[in-house]
């Protein structure tokens, strides 16, 4: 089944239906509720009819690089391309926005370093001990949470274009 992804709205009751799904990407929902009423935001969601199952909420920024500040994907539907659909209804309005994307995850998101960099995404940094205000700390994967990796598309560089599957 094919799942439309479509920019939704940002306001009342069209964002709130998000802060489920994004709960994944963020644990405090008044920060995901502040990212969606921020209008730098916009979000993006990925509908089955009118439920949301994916979603994801970036900040654009004509001047400097925008961000995709969160992205999730409803547990049952994980592993069915919905990510990979949204992030690239994403990077299909990237160019009205300036040319770079960044996204960071945990050093341990194991399985979200890789996502991202199938999307086309390359490292860009580290900020290392960015997630030290979470006590006690989080582990992933046997890895303590502790940094956050930086990867950035870039339209300008066509390397960053994912491969396609054959």
Known sequence: MTIPVRCIAVAGVAAERLVPILHDAEEDDERIRSALRDPSC??????????????????????????????????????????????AAILEELPGHGRELLVGTANCALDNIAFYQKCGFRMHSVKRDFFDYIQPPLREHGIIMRDMIVFGYDTGDASEQPVKRV
């Open 42 to 87: 916009q979000a993006y969601a990925a509908l089955d009819g009118d439920e949301p199952v994916g979603a994801a909420v970036v900040r654009w920024d004509d001047r400097e690089p925008s961000e995709i500040l969160y992205i999730a994907v409803a547990a049952g539907r994980r592993g069915t391309g919905l990510g990979r659909r949204i992030i």
